[in-house]
């Protein structure tokens, strides 16, 4: 009876985990350890891509206001582009940049002679603010496959973490023989610790994602009817040579 409570004593002491969430990463395989590590990488740096994006989201807001408030106020397009020609702040004023740099161009040349030089002039103007509009916004999208890729891999990557740690954890408790809940516990929340994790760094990847989607979808309507506008505008000036 002595030698049976001394194993049993023994027994409990040896089930004695650290559950805390360091116990937890320190305890578990040196696979779901990766896991945890790749994940809690992947949480920081989708944090880090949403505040970026976000702070310079209503930076470029700011920016879009302060050079429509100044192209509509019915003052000089030349004396416009003369102030911003060499830094514009923002994609808006880029394409802005770009077609008045096309314009100018063509004044330098001797000018628009006869319907097809017209036409041809207007084509170029609006190829070149789609060009630059779709560079503008190719640089604005940067990383967001990341959110993406993130909001879709994190819950797997995580979920085979899980399966990894119980696979681990029941060929223990086949090895020591013993399933009480303090043998089995441990190992069981090693192993959902991952999945935990997963969804942690997954569903702020999935609604920053989309709510930075719907962001630069606004932006680049805003974009693009700018410049429609633009075009007509420059197209009426030819019409008027």
Do not use: C
């Not at 001394?6 to 305890?27: C, K």
């Not at 060929?171 to 303090?182: D, H, K, M, V």
């Amino acid at each position: 009876m002595e030698n049976q409570a001394v194993d049993t004593l023994a027994l409990g002491g040896s089930v004695n985990y650290d559950m805390t969430i360091w116990g937890l990463f320190f305890e578990a395989d040196i696979v779901v350890q990766l896991v945890l590590l790749l994940l809690v990488a992947a949480s920081f740096w989708t944090w880090a891509i949403i505040f970026e994006k976000v702070i310079r989201m209503r930076r470029l807001k700011v920016y879009a206001e302060r050079f429509e408030e100044a192209f509509w106020s019915g003052g000089s397009l030349d004396d416009l582009y003369d102030d911003i020609d060499r830094e514009p702040q923002d994609p808006m004023s880029s394409v802005f940049v770009s077609a008045m740099r096309e314009w100018h161009r063509s004044s330098e040349r001797g000018g628009v002679a006869g319907d097809h030089s017209k036409v041809s002039l207007q084509q170029r103007i609006e190829r070149v603010m789609q060009i630059t509009l779709g560079r503008e916004m190719e640089r604005l999208e940067r990383h967001m496959i990341f959110l993406a890729s993130v909001g879709s891999a994190a819950p797997f990557v995580g979920l085979f973490g899980t399966v990894w740690g119980i696979m681990n954890a029941f060929t223990s408790i086949a090895a020591s023989e013993n399933t009480s809940l303090a043998v089995v516990a441990p190992g069981i929340a090693e192993a959902l610790f991952a999945t935990a994790l997963g969804l942690v760094a997954a569903i702020p990847a999935v609604i920053g994602f989309n709510k930075l989607s719907e962001d630069l979808g606004r932006y680049a309507g805003r974009l693009d009817a700018f410049a429609g506008e633009f075009g007509a505008i420059l197209s009426r000036q030819l019409d008027e040579r």
